[in-house]
Every structure is written in structure tokens, then in C-alpha cells.
């Protein structure tokens, strides 16, 4: 069992609407969550960082950590064909230590 | 935030040649350095880690004598592939952190092609 599972998708929905991405994983010392995007040919970009449970928002992203669950999920509103890309969850343990990564899912936007 | 510079951002070389990638941390100093690598449509698997001053930690399975990682200072890491066999084609990219947590951004990625 991988330590983090995610969705490879693709995810395909049409402009405008709200999406929902979610990871799962197994780690319970797992305390620090991260969203990124990643373009094609480009390195991961920062979206969102949570650290334990709650939620999160900033503009139209919204990250929920869910740590009884070990659950994590991110919604993009409005969505837009600029978002179209994948996202990868990330999570750590206490303090800083290396990332473990989902594999990612693939999400088209289409105008 | 942190900005990270990272280069060349791709290269094609030779098999059996060697090629070095850089990674510098602009605005913040960077004690730890993390180095992942990327097959297509596949997420990032972390290589190895290096601290500054210190040899580098590689995960199990990435060969230490392949992948050369130097730490020297605390704005600049490479990453050499020694002896690069097509194989070793793939997506390099760094993640620089310090001590108070910065590290949760990426350089933009190498891409190397071995033919």
C-alpha cells in the first residue's frame, strides 16, 4: 500500500465548474499537507499549505485536511481552462522533513 | 517567498558523458537540499537529501556514485549524473529548505534526454 493515494484521473469538467480533488493516505504522523499544480514540463508550483485539520482558503481554492479521516481534499471554484494541469498532493511529519507525494490527477478544464 | 533558480532547465547528452545541474536558493539560505526526479506521467520520487557541508542521504535504490550531489554552500546545490545512460532520462528537480521551514518551493525542472 502506498503511503499516499491519489486519483490519476484525468478529471475532465466543463468551465465554471467547482472541482474536487482528494488524496488519502496512511501516515498518522503525517502533519503538514500541501497542494501543488504542475504544468507541463514545469517543476510543481505551491498552491495551498495546511498544517493539521481545517480548512483552508485562499481565493478560489479551498484546502480541507480531515486527520481522523486521513483524508485531504482540495476544491477549485470557478473553475477556468488556465487551471487545466495536475495536482499533487504532498504531506510531511513533524517539522520539516521530505515531501511524500500522491502521483497526482490530471485535470482538463474545457471553455 | 522563496525563490529558486534551478539550470539548465533541459539537456540532451551523450550515454557515458556526464552532465551537472544547479540549483540555487536566491533569497533564503538553504541548509537542506532535497533532489527528486520525475518519470512521465509518474509523481516525483525523492532521491536523496543533503545537508550543507554534509555528504548526502540517498533513498534506497538511486545509486550514490550515478548521482553526485555537492551541498558546498548554502545557495547553491548540483546534481552531477555521472555516466548517464538513457535510462536516466528524466525530469530533475530541487527543493530547497532552512531551518525555519522554507521548503515548500520548487526549482522549474531539468529535463534530461541520454541518446
Known amino acids: 500500500q502506498k503511503e499516499v493515494e491519489q486519483d490519476p484521473g484525468p478529471l475532465s469538467v466543463p468551465e465554471g465548474a467547482i472541482v474536487s480533488l482528494n488524496c488519502t493516505y496512511s501516515n498518522s504522523a503525517f502533519q503538514y499537507f500541501m497542494w501543488y499544480r504542475q504544468y507541463s514540463r514545469k517543476g510543481p508550483e505551491l498552491l495551498m499549505y495546511t498544517y493539521s485539520s481545517g480548512n483552508k482558503e485562499d481565493g478560489r481554492f479551498t484546502a480541507q485536511v480531515d486527520k481522523s479521516s486521513k483524508y485531504i481534499s482540495l476544491f477549485i471554484r470557478d473553475s477556468q481552462p488556465s487551471d487545466s494541469a495536475t495536482y499533487l498532493c504532498a504531506m510531511s511529519g513533524t517539522g520539516f522533513q521530505k515531501l511524500v507525494f500522491g502521483t497526482g490527477t490530471r485535470l482538463l478544464v474545457s471553455p | 517567498g522563496a525563490v529558486v533558480s534551478q539550470h539548465p532547465s533541459w539537456v540532451i547528452c551523450k550515454s557515458g558523458t556526464s552532465v551537472k545541474i544547479e540549483c540555487r536558493s536566491l533569497d533564503f539560505q538553504a541548509t537542506t537540499m532535497f533532489w527528486y526526479r520525475q518519470f512521465p506521467k509518474q509523481s516525483l520520487m525523492l532521491m536523496a537529501t543533503?545537508?550543507?557541508?554534509?555528504?548526502?542521504?540517498?533513498e534506497q535504490g538511486v545509486e550514490k556514485d550515478k548521482f553526485l550531489i555537492n551541498h558546498a554552500s548554502l545557495t547553491l546545490s548540483t546534481l552531477t549524473v555521472t555516466s548517464a545512460h538513457p535510462e536516466d532520462s528524466s525530469f530533475y528537480i530541487c527543493?530547497?529548505?532552512?531551518?525555519?521551514?522554507?521548503?515548500?518551493?520548487f526549482g522549474s525542472g531539468t529535463r534530461l534526454t541520454v541518446v
Open positions: 527543493n530547497p529548505a532552512d531551518r525555519v521551514g522554507y521548503g515548500y518551493t
Open positions: 543533503s545537508n550543507e557541508g554534509s555528504k548526502a542521504t540517498y
